[in-house]
């Protein structure tokens, strides 16, 4: 990262500092994508299995069995849209309903670009924090594929939010480490960029781990398991 000093002409400075937002803006742009298609494939894997949003709050289970509509003009028109299709199921559009099941639940596209995301977005976030620095690269990728394995995933629901979960971390990691080591040198118009990058940055982190708790807890079965005349109820039972 470039160093902003006094002794710098002032339109330098201007320069300098309006490449390294741009920089940043950039990778930033590849993580809110990510965060937009995770949040949509969750949202609409809980409808799908009639969840429900209670006042914008905790998702809850619909009582009994919604009525489907088919509508084949609006598969033909949307199917390749699922975010679309998400938002409009949401406000309460059943046939945008009935033509999310099949994208969600036959055609692995969708999984496919969502994993391109997460994948662009980690690349994003890893060059612009290790830069030139090969080590500290080769640190990073090693630690994200530690969160990986230590977060499991057993769907490709859960393994698209726990890649959220790992790139909203690293982008924390970099928010914090990058406002403390530029710290002295800012104005405080660029401290106040910095503390709401932090600020950001902080809400989608707790955000993804809020979605992928949610989804676990909802959409994966527990197993029942008897010990002695003990029954215990294991989630996740597919994870060592």
């Known amino acids: 990262m470039l160093t902003l000093s006094?002794?710098?002409?002032?339109?330098?400075?201007?320069?300098?500092?309006?490449?390294?937002?741009a920089c940043l803006e950039a990778a930033d742009g590849a993580l809110h994508e990510l965060c937009d298609a995770s949040a949509a494939m969750a949202r609409g894997s809980l409808m799908l299995a009639e969840y429900y949003r209670h006042h914008r709050g905790e998702w809850r289970k619909r009582g009994g069995?919604?009525?489907?509509?088919?509508s084949k003009a609006l598969q033909k028109r949307e199917t390749?849209?699922?975010?679309?299709?998400?938002?409009?199921?949401?406000?309460?559009?059943?046939?945008?309903?009935?033509?999310?099941?099949?994208?969600?639940?036959q055609l692995p596209g969708a999984w496919e670009m969502a994993g391109n995301l997460a994948i662009r977005a980690e690349n994003a976030r890893v060059n612009v924090a290790a830069g030139t620095d090969?080590?500290?690269?080769?640190a990073l990728?090693?630690?994200?594929?530690?969160?990986?394995?230590?977060?499991?995933?057993?769907?490709?629901?859960?393994?698209l939010l726990v890649e959220r979960v790992v790139a909203c971390w690293l982008n924390v990691y970099y928010?914090?480490?990058?406002?403390?080591?530029?710290?002295?040198?800012?104005?405080w118009a660029q401290s106040e960029y910095f503390q709401r990058r932090?600020?950001?940055?902080?809400?989608?982190y707790l955000l993804s781990i809020r979605t992928l708790e949610q989804v676990r807890r909802l959409l994966v079965p527990a197993v029942q398991v008897n010990i002695g005349a003990q029954q215990l109820n294991v989630a996740n039972a597919g994870k060592q």
Do not use: C
């Open 6 to 21: 006094g002794a710098r002409p002032l339109k330098a400075q201007a320069e300098s500092w309006r490449a390294e937002r």
């Open 65 to 70: 069995k919604s009525k489907k509509q088919a």
């Open 80 to 105: 390749s849209d699922i975010f679309a299709l998400v938002r409009r199921a949401e406000a309460g559009d059943k046939a945008a309903m009935t033509a999310l099941r099949p994208l969600m639940n």
């Open 134 to 138: 090969e080590i500290l690269r080769e």
């Open 141 to 159: 990728t090693r630690k994200l594929a530690a969160l990986r394995e230590e977060l499991g995933g057993g769907t490709p629901l859960e393994h």
């Open 175 to 187: 928010s914090d480490a990058l406002y403390a080591k530029r710290l002295n040198d800012l104005t």
């Open 198 to 204: 932090q600020e950001r940055a902080h809400r989608q």
